[in-house]
């Protein structure tokens, strides 16, 4: 398997905390912005792939690069969460995967539903 590297992210985030952003928000506090932020990621995709319309129509316009913007907003927050729970992410992503390979070999391979 290759090799992911979410720790350089990591520390990118940790870095730009302690220089720019004074000091992580409580556990908490991340938590819940985390929930916001994800919120906002589904806004979007209902909008833009459900049954749901932009109020708006020329915000179609900027959809695409505003998914990318709350998706990396999502990215962020949940890397200063793992940073502040002390989870490494590269590790947790790798265990991760091979518990789903595990899980799941044959399992979506023989599902009628995914052809």
């Known amino acids: 398997m290759q090799q992911l590297l979410l720790s350089e992210a990591q ?4 870095e730009w905390i302690k220089t720019i ?5 409580h556990e908490l506090t991340n938590t819940a912005i985390l929930m916001e932020e994800v919120g906002e990621v ?12 932009f109020k708006n129509p ?5 959809a695409k690069a505003d998914l990318a913007d709350e998706m990396a907003d999502v990215l962020f927050v949940l890397i200063c969460l793992a940073n502040q729970t002390g989870i490494d992410l590269t590790e947790a992503l790798h265990k991760n995967l091979e518990k789903k390979t595990k ?3 044959e399992r979506h391979a023989n599902n009628e539903k995914l052809r």
């Open 11 to 14: 520390t990118t985030v940790d």
């Open 21 to 25: 952003g004074v000091r992580y928000y």
């Open 42 to 53: 589904a806004r979007l995709m209902s909008r833009m792939y459900g049954e749901q319309s």
């Open 58 to 62: 020329d915000d179609a316009l900027t």
């Open 103 to 105: 899980r799941d070999a």
